[in-house]
């Protein structure tokens, strides 16, 4: 979907918290949470400031469940914390916690006054937030979905027979076809020089912020590309993320055999998997590019390679 079309059904939504009264200002906010949660490009943006806002979740808990008022750090904070606020609003099994928080921050004691102090302090922020990301396409999990959609559902043959032709620089090649797709959407590709972990890409959105970290690999256990190869993966990106103090990065995986490959972690409830460890994140997107992979019937049972997120983290320990 377009950006100009996502804004305006973004703002249709807003439209209808503006106008909606105390009574029936809690369903609409589950409404436009549920319509946020439909849109990849949305759930992305949100994925985003989880991110670069780890803190939020537990700011947001002090407003709504313990009567705190919080103040913002910057509009970052700000956006990232009522982002919170509104899913744990949204959540609640209370008629009206928006016009507590409200009233907190200053609304006074009629529930008119508290919902416009709500629409304020929290929801203004973060749809301006939202607005300033689909300008800039700024969300990496967003575009990477996308790109993997693209991959799987219209190149796949293409990109497999990239592969397959010169399978000792497939993986240079895939990674090119990655950057070229980044580049038309606005992101700065910036290729590392080698560091004490190895040459892992630096892309930057097109204003100048850093965006993430990625290294990408390919999965074929036939090819000596197995399983120690994509935990070797995971650890390389992690002690470059380390070297250059950075927040998170993403390892992108293709797959060109017939097996499975399966992730068992405990964050896989976001657009994009990840995994936590000393304050570093990396999310993990697998893309299944093999065009020989042979019908259910004929293949037998489907091998599957797993790799958990104890045996990801307990590499970094090594």
């Given amino acids: 979907m377009k950006t100009e079309n996502l804004r305006e059904k973004l703002h249709t939504r807003k439209s209808e918290l503006d106008v909606a009264n105390h009574e029936i200002f809690h369903e609409k906010l589950k409404r436009f949470w549920g319509f946020l949660q439909d849109h990849s490009v949305f759930v992305g943006i949100v994925q985003d400031l989880d991110c670069r806002r780890p803190d939020a979740r537990r700011k947001a808990s002090s407003i709504v469940n313990n009567n705190e008022r919080i ?150 256990p036939s090819k000596s590309k197995g399983k120690p190869y994509i935990i070797s993966g995971f650890q390389q990106l992690y002690r470059y993320l380390e070297e250059r103090n950075e927040l998170f990065g993403y390892l992108v995986i293709y797959n060109t055999s017939e097996n499975d490959l399966s992730f068992k972690l405990s964050n896989l409830s976001q657009l994009v998997p990840f995994v936590t460890y000393n304050n570093k994140i990396i999310f993990i997107l697998t893309i299944n590019i093999s065009s020989e992979v042979k019908s259910a019937s004929k293949r037998g049972k489907l091998k599957t390679t797993e790799i958990t997120e104890e045996e990801l983290i307990n590499v970094l320990d090594e």
């Fill in 71 to 220: 103040e913002f750090k910057d509009e970052l904070d700000e956006a990232a914390v009522a982002c919170k606020v509104i899913h744990l609003c949204a959540q609640s099994p209370l008629d009206q916690p928006a016009l507590s928080v409200g009233r907190r921050y200053g609304g006074g004691t009629h529930n008119d006054d508290a919902l416009e102090r709500f629409r304020e302090v929290i929801l203004e922020p973060f749809i301006r937030h939202i607005d300033e990301q689909l300008d800039y396409q700024h969300s990496a999990s967003a575009l990477l979905i996308r790109y993997k959609h693209k991959c799987e559902w219209f190149n796949r043959s293409k990109l497999f027979t990239l592969w397959k032709d010169n399978t000792q620089k497939g993986e240079t090649l895939l990674k090119t076809d990655l950057y070229e797709y980044l580049f038309d959407q606005g992101v700065e590709i910036q290729i590392e020089p080698s560091s004490a972990s190895g040459e892992v890409d630096f892309l930057k959105d097109q204003i100048g912020e850093d965006l993430f970290l990625a290294e990408v690999k390919i999965f074929n």
